[in-house]
């Protein structure tokens, strides 16, 4: 297999750390970028052990590291902060990560004649009317809620792919990631599995926003990752789904956990449901089908348990 030159911006956070291990592995050369707003250190020692991995700290909203005699072939889009928590803290960075940090990253992609895959989310379907999400679906988002800074910066990041894609000729991939679970997340992220695996470990109670009949499909890490691969090698240059499609509604899913772990906690609705949290979301993944045979080989409980055994490690 050819050596390849893969940079990915957000290279700190979960799903890029994984993502760059997977290519490190193969041989091919990665050259990591982050600010260390939301991606953690310790995600960067795990890959500065490998020989081929050159890091880069910096903010790609203000500007890029000097590439100038750099050949690189593959650029992922993966360096916004991504939880609903973070919504509400870092709304300026991350609309700013998603327009001009996407520009730089486009730019440099027709500077070198990269590839270029620009992740986008399954929130650009906002609260879905529409179920399961198919790509051609439009959505239903809130452009001044809580969780605008995110939607509407990843739509707009979808619109800079599209028109470097038709009118500056530049070679791009979009996906929409669906709810992503696995080692490598920040145990504080706020998310539901992080936050729920925590309180079932240490035997708190399992606290469920609104009633719990919220629904959810959750991908385990490593699929996902293959699902990013697929894309990137098709000639795909229009949005495609990727994610688990097992759906669960919130509820199940803080039941399951406890069973999962053995854990002696209980499950506590505070009726409290946040402004504009989706009330349905599973992918339609036909579409990442029909580019590669594709299916998620990690179920729930696996990927709890291994999730699980990784939070353990850290407290
Ligand atoms: N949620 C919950 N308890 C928590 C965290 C989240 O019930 O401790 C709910 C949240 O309201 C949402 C779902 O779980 O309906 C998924 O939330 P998450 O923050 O993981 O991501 P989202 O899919 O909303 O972006």
């Known amino acids: 297999m050819d050596k390849k030159v893969i940079l990915v911006a957000g290279a700190a956070g979960?799903?890029?750390?994984t993502l760059s291990e997977f290519y490190l592995k193969q041989g091919h050369i990665v050259l990591g970028l982050d600010n260390f707003?939301?991606?953690?250190?310790?995600?960067?020692?795990?890959?500065?052990?490998?020989?081929?991995?050159?890091?880069?700290?910096?903010?790609i909203y203000e500007s890029l590291p000097d590439f100038k005699n750099q050949k690189i072939d593959?650029?992922?889009?993966?360096?916004?902060?991504?939880?609903?928590?973070?919504?509400?803290?870092?709304?300026?960075?991350?609309?700013?990560?998603?327009?001009?940090?996407?520009?730089?990253?486009?730019?440099?992609?027709m500077e070198k004649n990269a590839k270029f895959l620009e992740a986008s989310t399954s929130e650009v379907y906002g609260d879905p009317e529409i179920h399961p999400q198919p790509e051609e679906y439009f959505g239903n988002v809130n452009t001044i809620g809580p969780r605008s800074c995110y939607d509407e910066s990843k739509r707009y990041a979808e619109a800079l792919t599209m028109n470097y894609h038709m009118h500056k000729n530049v070679n791009t991939r979009?996906?929409?990631?669906?709810?992503?679970?696995?080692?490598?997340?920040?145990?504080?992220?706020?998310?539901?599995?992080?936050?729920?695996?925590?309180?079932?470990?240490?035997?708190?109670?399992?606290?469920?926003?609104?009633?719990?009949?919220?629904?959810?499909s959750f991908c385990y890490v490593d699929d996902l990752v293959c699902a990013l691969d697929i894309v990137m090698n098709s000639s795909c240059h229009t949005p495609v789904n990727i994610g688990n499609p097992d759906e669960?509604?919130?509820?199940?899913?803080?039941?399951?956990?406890?069973e999962v772990l053995h854990s002696k906690s209980k499950v506590v609705c505070n009726n409290n449901l946040p402004k504009d949290d989706p009330k349905k979301r599973k992918p339609d993944i036909r579409k990442?089908?029909?580019?590669?045979?594709?299916?998620?080989?990690?179920?729930f409980s696996e990927g709890m348990k291994r999730t699980a055994e990784y939070f353990k490690h850290l407290v």
């Open 14 to 17: 979960f799903i890029p750390s």
């Open 37 to 59: 707003i939301t991606g953690s250190r310790s995600n960067v020692a795990i890959l500065n052990q490998y020989k081929n991995f050159k890091f880069y700290e910096c903010n």
């Open 74 to 109: 593959e650029i992922f889009s993966l360096a916004s902060p991504a939880s609903p928590v973070d919504f509400q803290v870092l709304p300026m960075e991350i609309l700013r990560v998603n327009s001009e940090g996407t520009m730089h990253l486009l730019d440099l992609a």
């Open 174 to 216: 979009i996906v929409r990631i669906f709810n992503t679970y696995g080692p490598r997340m920040r145990p504080n992220d706020g998310r539901v599995i992080p936050n729920f695996i925590n309180q079932a470990l240490r035997g708190e109670d399992l606290i469920v926003y609104g009633d719990g009949s919220q629904t959810r």
């Open 248 to 258: 669960y509604s919130i509820y199940e899913c803080a039941l399951k956990i406890i």
């Open 288 to 299: 990442l089908k029909s580019l590669a045979s594709y299916e998620p080989q990690i179920s």
